[in-house]
């Protein structure tokens, strides 16, 4: 069936980073394009970033300059490198994989988005 099965996260110390991993299995995605999206307590689901298959990517302004995202096609996995992390950065992070069809204007959106991971934590101290 399918998976995706995020790993990298855990406790880092305002300033670190962290390099955050998503695999993908159980299908073919070829043509997909991927993403990434957080939850932190008491707040909703929020987009990050995403990329398309040809790596076209986009962030939300918050990480933008902070965060990259990329992947490999070959691995069917999509990487979120995070650097000069701020404690408001922590969340459950999500990965997920994009719809057929989507339009890169629409991958802000999570019903853009077909299948999700479990989520993993991250967090910030200061």
């Known amino acids: 069936q399918v998976q995706l099965v995020e790993s990298g996260g855990g406790l880092v110390q305002a300033g670190g980073s962290l390099r955050l991993s998503c695999a993908a299995s159980?299908?073919?995605?070829?043509?997909?394009?991927m993403g990434w999206f957080r939850q932190a307590p008491g707040k909703g689901r929020e987009f990050v970033a995403a990329i398309t298959w040809s790596g076209s990517t986009y962030y939300t302004d918050s990480v933008k300059g902070r965060f990259t995202i990329s992947r490999d096609n070959a691995k069917n996995t999509v990487y979120l490198q995070m650097s000069s992390l701020k404690p408001e950065d922590t969340a459950v992070y999500y990965c997920?994989?994009?719809?057929?069809?989507?339009?890169?204007?629409?991958?802000?959106?999570?019903?853009?988005?077909?299948?999700w991971g479990q989520g993993i934590q991250v967090t910030v101290s200061s």
């Open positions: 159980g299908r073919t995605w070829s043509g997909y394009a």
């Open positions: 997920a994989t994009g719809r057929p069809g989507v339009v890169d204007r629409d991958l802000t959106s999570p019903y853009a988005y077909s299948y």
